[in-house]
């Protein structure tokens, strides 16, 4: 996105604590986005037209010789969600973070399986979002990056539940994880090994739970990614083993293709097996998805489309759930 305009600011650090207020930089940014979304024969698609808008401001500066930077996106306005983040960079010690929804730890490697738009489970039913790792999640979690031997490493960890506190406010809830969860991704692209084009990662969490469950929640997954000319292939394992009995566990295999055209067009297909493993008496179900998406950009101007479906979908013998939508998007 390119900026709108640059304001120098000499309040960030007061406005962070009671401390002498230090130059820093604030770049605004927004963009745009415009949707038609068609639902399946079951469902009710009514008015099929939409709009999302992004505005995103952020800021870095030195304080006591460290960057500090602070992000806050809006991200839709209409649906209220937003994300907010403040960071310190103390060179070769690493980076921290408070993050309050930008993405941190496993989360930042959920589904790395290459598209041209959305990812193949967008916008059908919730359900079908299952089998995508993150124990710590992406909301009031502490986020700790280095890199090391051209190794990335990704942390994440949070107390209690995962919710977006005000400042001076506590969440006053738990979520079925309530005990706080860990987790980290790996990753690292193919120069260490010698293989121009590959990126590969790996992550483990886990999630506490209270006395009367079994264990914790367990997080895993691998990816690999390979890009050789205008194509690339990716392929990703993922695994989430509940701490509780009666809950099935989740074993994911997915894979995609992305092919770019030209320099503007670009094209994508991928699938998706979801294993519910039965809990109890049980019968073990596969959720089956595939997704195909296109995507032509004119400069600042990108249109988009992608169509989606899934049958047993959310582990559901027989029910199933296709998504077409075609969307514009401007950026500024």
């Known amino acids: 996105m ?19 207020a230090y130059a820093a930089e604030m770049t605004v940014s927004g963009a745009t986005m415009l949707t038609f979304t068609d639902e399946d024969s079951s469902e009710v698609t009514g008015n099929p037209y939409g709009m999302k808008t992004n505005l995103g401001f952020t800021a870095s500066g030195e304080v006591n010789g ?3 930077s602070y992000m806050q996106t809006s991200v ?9 983040r403040l960071s310190v960079d103390m060179g070769d010690m690493g980076l921290i973070a408070f993050d309050q929804g930008s993405g941190s730890g ?23 979002a299952g089998g995508l790792v993150g124990a710590a999640g992406n909301s009031g979690v502490w986020n700790y990056i280095h890199s090391f031997a051209g190794i990335k490493f990704n942390g994440a960890i949070r107390k209690g539940s995962g919710t ?7 969440s006053g809830a738990t979520d079925q994880a309530g005990q706080g969860a860990w987790d980290f991704a790996l990753t690292t692209d193919g120069s260490m090994l010698g293989v121009d084009g590959l990126a590969i990662g790996a992550g483990y969490g886990e999630a506490a739970r209270d006395g009367t469950s079994i264990g914790d929640d367990d997080h895993t997954t691998v990816f690999a990614n ?7 292939f990716g392929a ?9 009995t009666g809950t099935a566990d989740q074993n994911t295999e997915a894979w995609g293709v992305a092919f770019n055209v030209n320099d503007n067009l670009s094209i994508s297909y991928g699938e998706r097996d979801l294993e519910y493993d039965g809990a109890g008496s049980t019968a073990t179900v596969t959720e089956k998805g595939d997704g195909v998406a296109v995507a032509y950009t004119m400069g600042s101007i ?10 047993n979908n959310g582990g559901t013998t027989g029910s199933s759930d296709e998504m077409t939508e075609i969307a514009v998007s401007f950026a500024f």
Do not use: C, H
């Open 2 to 20: 390119n900026n709108l305009k640059k304001l120098g600011l000499t309040a960030l650090a007061g406005s962070l604590a009671s401390v002498s």
């Open 66 to 68: 460290y960057t500090v």
């Open 76 to 84: 839709d306005q209409f649906a209220g969600m937003s994300s907010a």
């Open 106 to 128: 496993l989360a930042t490697i959920d589904d790395k399986t290459p598209t041209a738009a959305e990812e193949i489970w967008d916008g059908l039913d919730g359900l079908t």
């Open 164 to 170: 977006k506190n005000a400042d001076g406010a506590s």
């Open 226 to 232: 390979y890009s050789v000319g205008p194509a690339t």
């Open 236 to 244: 990703q394992w993922s695994s989430i083993q509940y701490g509780t």
């Open 302 to 311: 990108k249109i988009a489309g992608n169509r989606n479906s899934v049958s």
